[in-house]
Structures are given as C-alpha cells and as structure tokens.
C-alpha cells in the first residue's frame, strides 16, 4: 500500500509504506520488463519479500516503477515463469515458497 502526499498544487510524491527499494523509478536503457523483474528478484532474495508474502499491487509497482501496466504485467509472468511468484485470481501475486530439495 503507497501513501500520496501532496507536494505542491500541482506535484504529488509515492512513498511505499512497506520501503520496498523496488518502488522508484525505473531508468530506461536495458528493457524495462528486466529492471522490474532484477528489482522485484533483489526485494525477494533479500527477504523483504519472503514466501507467502503478496507483491504490492499493480497499481503499486506502475506509480511507484514510473513503468505501464504492460511492463509490470510481463514482469509478473516473467517471475511466474520462473517460479518465484504464484498468482492468484482476484488476490494479486504472491513469494512463491522455496523448492523443496529432494535427496537422491
């Protein structure tokens, strides 16, 4: 969840309330789609995103990244894909839990 705060008559500011480093924005240059998922990847291995733990919103990440809703969406998938988010219809995406390791 972000809080807006008005800066100006004109100018508002994001702040994420959790302090994710992943909300601020994103640079152009490489693809945005990968800078998304690196910073959503750092914010899970670091544990300020542990298992269980839902992502912020779309809206979230689209305000916060300075990104579209394409780039965010393609993000999600890439982390799906990679099997470090699960996602839930209606409920938003979540840390996937770590693989279970077996013994051979």
Same mark, same amino acid.
């Given at each position: 969840?972000?809080?807006?705060?008005?800066?100006?008559?004109?100018?508002?500011?994001?702040?994420?309330?959790?302090?994710?480093?992943?909300?601020?924005?994103?640079?152009s240059g490489r693809s945005?789609?990968?800078?998304?998922?690196?910073?959503?990847?750092?914010?899970?291995?670091?544990?300020?995103?542990?298992?269980?733990?839902?992502?912020?919103?779309? !809206? +979230?990440? /689209?305000? =916060?990244? &300075?990104?579209?809703?394409? #780039? %965010? !969406? +393609?993000? /999600?998938? =890439?982390? &799906?894909?990679?099997?470090? #988010? %699960?996602?839930?219809?209606?409920? =938003?995406?979540?840390?996937?839990?770590?693989?279970?390791?077996?013994?051979?």
């Amino acid at each position: 969840m972000m809080t807006i705060r008005q800066k100006s008559s004109t100018e508002f500011s994001t702040e994420p309330e959790r302090g994710l480093a992943a909300l601020s924005p994103v640079r152009s240059g490489r693809s945005l789609t990968n800078q998304v998922i690196d910073r959503l990847m750092a914010e899970i291995s670091s544990g300020r995103l542990p298992a269980g733990h839902r992502l912020p919103t779309e !809206r +979230e990440l /689209v305000e =916060g990244m &300075k990104v579209s809703r394409t #780039v %965010v !969406r +393609e993000a /999600v998938a =890439g982390l &799906k894909a990679r099997g470090l #988010v %699960v996602t839930r219809q209606g409920a =938003g995406a979540f840390v996937a839990p770590p693989p279970k390791r077996e013994d051979f």
